[in-house]
C-alpha cells in the first residue's frame, strides 16, 4: 500500500507563505510623454464597440456575426478553457490528496506447503481476505515549488484570456477592413463602368466624324485602345471585390456563397475622430501587451519551480483502515499508519541545474518579448496616427484634383464636340478624370483602414488592470 503524506493545515499555511509573490516586472522602457502624430482635436475615446462610429449597421450586423460564429474565436474560448483546467490541476498538489481503497482476495494454495509472502498454508489452503482505508498524502511545499506551479498556471491562464481578447480584436479588424475594401472594389467598379460606358459614346462620336472624314484613323484607333484599356480594368477590379467577400466570409465562418452584404455604399462609411489618449495608457490597453506580461510571470514562476526541484522534499501521509477475514469482521480491527518522508536529488548528471537553466533563458526570452511588444505597440499607434494625418492631407488636395480633372473633361469634351479641339485632349483629360475619381476612392478606404489600424493599435477598447 503506497502511503505519502497527511494534510496539516497550519503547517501548510505557514510554509506555503514562504512562496511569495513574484517581483515587478521592469521593462526598462519609459513610454513618450506625447505621441508624435497625434489629431491635436481629437476628442473621441475609444470604447469596447468601437466599430459602431463608423456610421454603418450593415458593419455592425457583420461584427456581431463574426463575434458569435468565428471558428478561431471559438478555438481560442477552448484553449482558455483547457488554460482553466491546467489552473486546477497545478493548485490541486497544495491540499493533500485523500483516497478511499475497499478490497477483497481469495487466496488459494494448489499445492505444497506455502511459503513467507502467502497467507494460505498447507493447513489452511483458502483465505480470504476483506479491508477498507482511507488515505491522506500531502508534499510539504516548503521551498514554494508547488505555489509557484500553480501561479504559473493562473498567469498562463491571463494569457490565454488576454490572447483570446486578442483574436477577437484581430477578428474584428480584420471584418470592418474587408468589409470596407468589399465596398470600396464595388465604388471602383462603377466607376470603372461609368467611365467605360463615356469612353464608349466618345468612341461613337469619332466613329461618326471618322464616317463622315472630318477624324483620322489615327484618332479612332487611339479611342478604341482607351475604350479596350478601361475595359481591361472592370475584371481586375470585380476580381478585387471577389477576394475581399471570399475573405470576409471566411472570417464570418461561412461559406462566401451565403455571405450577405446587403446594398450599402461606400459613400455611407464615415470615420470618427478617435483620441488616441497618452502613450502610458497603452500598456492597460492592448491585449497582446498584457499577455506578453502574463507570460513573463508565469516564466518567472518556472524558475522557482524549477529551483525547488533541486532541493529535498518532506512529504507526509496517514492512512486510516481496518482488515479482517470476514466481510462481517472488517469494521472491527481499525488501525491508522503516520508516514514521513524526505527525498532529495544528490546525482542526475545535470539535469535538474539545466532545467532551472532552462527556466532561466525563457524567463530572458519573455522578457525581451515584452518590450518588443510595448515598443511595437508604440510604434502601431504612430504609424496609424502618421497615416490619418497624412491621408487628410493627401485627400484635402486630391479633392482638388478631381474637381479640376472634372471640369476639365467637360470643357475639352464640348470643345471637341464643336470641332475646337484634339482628340488626344479629350483622351488626356478623360484619362485623368478617371484616374482621379478611382484616387478618390482608393484614398477614402485608405482613410478608413488607418482609423481601424488606429482603433486596432489602442487595443479596441479592450481594458484591464494590469498587477
Known amino acids: 500500500m503506497n502511503k505519502r503524506s497527511i494534510y496539516l493545515p497550519g503547517l501548510c499555511v505557514l510554509l506555503s507563505a514562504c512562496a511569495g509573490n513574484p517581483a515587478a516586472i521592469d521593462t526598462g522602457i519609459a513610454p513618450p510623454a506625447a505621441w508624435q502624430y497625434a489629431e491635436r482635436d481629437a476628442a473621441q475615446a475609444t470604447n469596447q464597440q468601437w466599430w459602431t462610429h463608423f456610421g454603418s449597421p450593415q458593419l455592425n450586423r457583420l461584427v456581431e456575426q463574426a463575434r458569435r460564429d ?105 471584418v470592418a477592413d474587408r468589409y470596407a475594401q468589399t465596398l470600396a472594389a464595388h465604388q471602383r467598379q462603377q466607376i470603372a463602368e461609368l467611365n467605360l460606358a463615356n469612353a464608349r459614346n466618345v468612341l461613337d462620336l469619332v466613329q461618326t466624324r471618322y464616317d463622315a472624314g472630318s477624324a483620322t484613323a489615327l484618332e479612332l484607333a487611339q479611342q478604341k485602345s482607351l475604350v479596350a484599356s478601361q475595359q481591361r480594368q472592370l475584371p481586375l477590379i470585380q476580381q478585387l471585390a471577389e477576394e475581399s467577400q471570399i475573405t470576409l466570409a471566411a472570417l464570418l465562418g461561412q461559406p462566401v456563397q451565403t455571405l450577405d452584404l446587403g446594398a450599402e455604399p461606400f ?72 508516514t514521513a518522508g524526505l ?80 482628340l488626344l485632349t479629350v483622351l488626356e483629360t478623360q484619362r485623368t478624370l478617371y484616374a482621379a475619381q478611382d484616387q478618390n476612392v482608393q484614398l477614402r478606404l485608405s482613410r478608413l483602414q488607418a482609423s481601424i489600424a488606429l482603433y486596432k493599435a489602442l487595443g479596441g477598447g479592450w481594458q484591464t488592470q494590469i498587477r
Do not use: C
Open 70 to 174: 468565428s471558428f478561431d474565436v471559438a478555438a481560442a474560448t477552448a484553449r482558455v478553457r483547457q488554460a482553466q483546467a491546467s489552473a486546477v490541476i497545478a493548485g490541486a498538489p497544495l491540499l493533500p490528496e485523500v483516497k478511499f481503497n475497499l478490497a477483497t482476495s481469495h487466496q488459494k494454495l494448489i499445492r505444497g506447503p506455502g511459503g513467507p509472502d502467502l497467507d494460505a498454508s498447507e493447513s489452511d489452503d483458502a483465505v480470504d481476505n476483506f479491508g477498507a482505508n482511507l488515505t491522506a498524502s500531502y508534499e510539504v511545499d516548503f521551498w514554494g515549488g508547488r505555489a509557484a506551479a500553480r501561479d504559473s498556471a493562473l498567469h498562463s491562464l491571463r494569457a490565454s484570456e488576454f490572447d483570446q481578447a486578442t483574436v477577437e480584436l484581430t477578428l474584428l479588424s480584420s
Open 267 to 338: 459613400q455611407a462609411l464615415t470615420w470618427p475622430s478617435i483620441g488616441a489618449g497618452l502613450p502610458s495608457q497603452l500598456l492597460s490597453r492592448r491585449p497582446d501587451i498584457a499577455k506578453a506580461e502574463a507570460q513573463l510571470a508565469a516564466a518567472q514562476a518556472d524558475v522557482t519551480v524549477a529551483r525547488a526541484a533541486m532541493l529535498p522534499a518532506v512529504t507526509l501521509g496517514a492512512t486510516l483502515g481496518s482488515d479482517a477475514y470476514k466481510a462481517m469482521d472488517v469494521l472491527r480491527s481499525p488501525y491508522y499508519t503516520l
Open 343 to 422: 527525498v532529495g536529488p544528490i546525482f542526475n548528471n545535470g539535469r535538474l541545474s539545466a532545467e532551472r537553466n532552462k527556466a532561466r533563458a525563457r524567463q530572458d526570452e519573455l522578457l525581451q518579448t515584452y518590450r518588443g511588444a510595448i515598443i511595437n505597440g508604440f510604434a502601431d499607434v504612430e504609424k496609424a496616427l502618421s497615416s490619418i494625418t497624412r491621408l487628410d492631407q493627401q485627400r484635402e488636395w486630391q479633392s482638388e484634383e478631381l474637381h479640376q480633372a472634372q471640369t476639365a473633361f467637360q470643357i475639352a469634351e464640348s470643345r471637341y464636340q464643336a470641332g475646337a479641339e484634339d
